[in-house]
């Protein structure tokens, strides 16, 4: 796979992206299980 990513600057850029997706919808979820529970 390494031709689809010729420039490491990609790679670690799609990185954060996913990350920064995981850390909202984590955060999503979390606020509704405490709303729920409230």
């Not at 796979?1 to 490491?8: G, I, K, Y």
């Amino acid at each position: 796979m390494a031709f689809l990513w010729p420039d490491n600057i990609q790679l670690t850029e799609l990185i954060e992206v996913i990350g920064g997706l995981i850390e909202e919808i984590g955060g999503a979820i979390g606020w509704e299980i405490n709303h729920l529970l409230r």
